[in-house]
């Protein structure tokens, strides 16, 4: 995929595009050009990537501190956190 050098802008307000997921300015909502959205695949597989990315953070915080676990019942967290003080 290629990635333009310089940012695309809001042909109406030339606000930031910050997602091309969407095809309308987040801004001012007008219309965006169609070249400038992802397809339904690219869509896909971002999503995809982003909740591995998510999966990963969340058994990373898991093996910093056990009690962040949401199989850990909150009463438990909640004991373990008040013998630290």
């Given at each position: 995929?290629d990635?333009?050098?310089?940012p695309?802008?809001?042909p109406?307000?030339?606000?930031?595009?910050?997602?091309?997921?969407?095809?309308?300015?987040?801004?001012?909502?007008?219309?965006?050009?169609?070249?400038?959205?992802?397809?339904?695949?690219?869509?896909?597989?971002?999503?995809?990537?982003?909740?591995?990315?998510?999966?990963?953070?969340?058994?990373?915080?898991k093996?910093?501190?056990?009690?962040i676990d949401?199989?850990?019942?909150?009463?438990i967290?909640?004991?373990?956190?008040?013998?630290?003080?």
């Open positions: 995929m990635l333009p050098q310089e695309h802008r809001c109406k307000c030339n606000a930031l595009v910050v997602d091309r997921r969407f095809p309308l300015c987040t801004t001012c909502h007008a219309a965006l050009p169609k070249e400038w959205i992802m397809t339904p695949e690219q869509v896909e597989k971002v999503m995809e990537i982003d909740h591995e990315i998510q999966a990963e953070h969340t058994e990373s915080l093996t910093l501190d056990p009690r949401p199989k850990v019942s909150p009463i967290r909640f004991l373990k956190s008040s013998t630290r003080m």
